[in-house]
């Protein structure tokens, strides 16, 4: 005897509670393991995002227009909670948190709307654990990057979409047009979302079964929202900086392209095993190619993971913990583990073996998972800071390359990034030789010594954020300053040990107390006309 509506009901219920609640305590426990972690690329847009409130100067140095981010709508999320006295480090994580919750409503109505075939609820409850019970998404909660936003507006996108695509809408039009403006705030909270635009659009009006006449419209009301956004934000980045791309575009993908592909076809072999949904909802495609055949809407999943994987691939990966760069592609992989499963409805026996089989993958990873300090960068960065901003001049010019946590703790000095993330000479360098093996990291690769020293900077920290001597060079512009004459004359290396509070520590990775911070001081005169060259008139 077959159960009854009622129970097969609660019993798909229990499922569906078991894997959030599962998925959920997984996350949290991951979240404790790293409840320190805070990376230090975070602290360019939260340095933008302080100056937007005390100079109503959307810039890293006040007076300089360089758009050195990629997070528009996240950055100025947290400027409104920090408008509201909100300190801006608890701004960004409520934000993240917040975002953490619409993914989790995003993808409740998703999954359920796709498994609303699967009587026995597997399907779901394996979708929770595959996008909850991980590691990474517990440290981009805490890591102060947009990465949570990016996945919560990619969900939400697809939540709008996939009943359009499977033809289940009572009100098309609608519903693309919902899909286009979360789209348009996934492309503002990051623009390599709009990638998911073309994937989507392209499933919508190809492979959708309706009248060309009616995919066409739909078509058109869901990008109409992301064209509209991405003319908007265009239009406003050429009037207020001057440049079509952000400079970060120019920092990270101005290198050559055959180390471009081998750095990114490495990243994204190392970083599946951290996010496992990924991998098993390309393992069950390729298995139960059916699923895709038979449904628009997990064509459309399939397409924009493909996508994406073959754009991270493209731009070289990323340098940054926890599979950032392939995250906002999770929330589509969990949703594809979710449709194959219930195409294996039919099967119980068989659907019940994959789904525990994608659950223990995802859980094992979660509880084999043993935590991350504060990023390093972040660490010392900070300490730096707070440093330097009491006891140098108010007003001096620093050259650098941690350009997040050092300069947003030393709020009353101005500085040169040296790596090129807020600076475009160095990041739209040309003819760029690759001499060291830091090179090969994403967004690492760019220097240029003899611009920095043209600028004359009061201070030049080498290396990492507590300072190298020059003959140790970690960087490009390290390197080519230790190569030039001038630079010798004219800097002088000092050592400096730096005490910090204990509770402070334990936030860290083990650094020595008190940290030796070493840095070089100009000894000579400047020169007028390069004393008055300044980042806004390259």
């Known amino acids: 005897m077959k159960p009854g509506p009622q129970i097969t009901k609660r019993i798909s219920s229990a499922w569906d509670i078991a894997g959030l609640c599962g998925g959920l305590i997984a996350l949290a426990y991951c979240a404790l393991r790293s409840r320190h972690y805070f990376h230090d690329d975070a602290y360019i847009s939260l340095r933008y995002a302080r100056n937007l409130l005390t100079s109503g100067q959307l810039a890293w140095n006040p007076g300089e227009f360089v758009e050195g981010y990629t997070n528009l709508l996240h950055l100025l999320s947290v400027a409104f909670l920090g408008w509201f006295g909100i300190d801006l480090e608890r701004a960004v994580l409520l934000i993240n948190v917040l975002s953490l919750g619409l993914l989790i409503a995003a993808f409740a109505f998703a999954a359920r709307r796709v498994a609303a075939k699967d009587p026995s609820g597997i399907a779901v409850g394996v979708g929770w654990l595959s996008l909850l019970a991980l590691w990474p998404l517990a440290l981009w909660v805490l890591g102060g990057l947009e990465t949570?936003?990016?996945?919560?507006?990619?969900?939400?996108?697809?939540?709008?979409?996939?009943?359009?695509?499977?033809?289940?809408?009572?009100?098309?039009?609608?519903?693309?047009?919902?899909?286009?403006?979360?789209?348009?705030?996934a492309g503002l909270t990051r623009p390599d979302a709009y990638l998911f635009v073309v994937s989507a659009g392209l499933v919508l009006l190809i492979a959708t079964e309706a009248p060309f006449r009616g995919r066409l419209e739909r078509f058109g009301c869901l990008i109409v929202g992301p064209a509209v956004s991405f003319a908007a934000h265009t239009g406003w980045s050429l009037y207020y900086y001057g440049a079509f791309f952000p400079n970060t575009f120019y920092a990270k993908v101005g290198v050559p392209l055959d180390l471009r592909l081998s750095l990114g076809f490495f990243y994204v072999l190392q970083s599946a095993r951290y996010i496992p949904a990924l991998l098993c909802a390309v393992v069950l495609a390729v298995l139960w190619r059916a699923a895709i055949r038979r449904s628009p809407a997990a064509l459309s999943l399939a397409a924009g993971c493909l996508l994406y994987v073959l754009y991270a691939v493209w731009a070289g990966g990323d340098h940054m913990q926890g599979a950032r760069f392939l995250l906002p592609a999770l929330p589509l992989a969990a949703l594809l583990v979710v449709v194959v499963l219930t195409e294996l409805s039919s099967r119980v026996a068989l659907q019940k073996a994959v789904?525990?089989?994608?659950?223990?993958?995802?859980?094992?990873?979660?509880?084999?998972?043993?935590?991350?300090?504060?990023?390093?960068?972040?660490?010392?960065?900070?300490?730096?800071?707070?440093?330097?901003?009491?006891?140098?001049?108010?007003?001096?010019?620093?050259?650098?390359?941690t350009a997040g946590s050092t300069p947003y703790f030393a709020e009353r000095l101005r500085f040169i990034d040296m790596l090129g993330l807020t600076d475009p000479v160095i990041a739209k360098?040309?003819?760029?030789?690759?001499?060291?093996?830091?090179?090969?990291?994403?967004?690492?690769?760019?220097?240029?010594?003899?611009?920095?020293?043209?600028?004359?900077?009061?201070?030049?920290?080498?290396?990492?954020?507590?300072?190298?001597?020059?003959?140790?060079?970690?960087?490009?512009?390290?390197?080519?300053?230790?190569?030039?004459?001038?630079?010798?004359?004219?800097?002088?290396?000092?050592?400096?040990?730096i005490d910090y509070d204990p509770a402070f520590a334990i936030k860290g990775p083990r650094k020595p107390r008190p940290l030796i911070f070493s840095y070089y001081q100009r000894i000579c005169g400047r020169e007028k006309q390069a004393a008055s060259m300044g980042a806004g008139q390259y």
């Open 148 to 185: 949570v936003m990016l996945m919560a507006w990619v969900c939400l996108a697809h939540a709008c979409l996939l009943p359009l695509l499977d033809g289940r809408s009572m009100a098309p039009r609608r519903l693309a047009l919902f899909a286009g403006l979360a789209f348009a705030a």
């Open 355 to 401: 789904g525990v089989l994608v659950a223990l993958v995802s859980v094992l990873g979660a509880v084999s998972y043993r935590g991350h300090p504060m990023d390093a960068a972040a660490f010392v960065g900070t300490i730096v800071g707070r440093h330097i901003n009491v006891t140098w001049p108010a007003g001096a010019l620093v050259a650098l390359n």
């Open 429 to 497: 360098r040309d003819n760029l030789p690759l001499k060291l093996p830091s090179q090969k990291w994403p967004g690492h690769a760019k220097g240029d010594g003899a611009y920095v020293l043209a600028r004359q900077p009061d201070y030049i920290i080498i290396g990492p954020a507590e300072g190298s001597p020059v003959n140790a060079p970690m960087f490009l512009s390290d390197l080519e300053l230790g190569a030039l004459p001038e630079f010798h004359r004219c800097y002088a290396l000092h050592h400096e040990a």
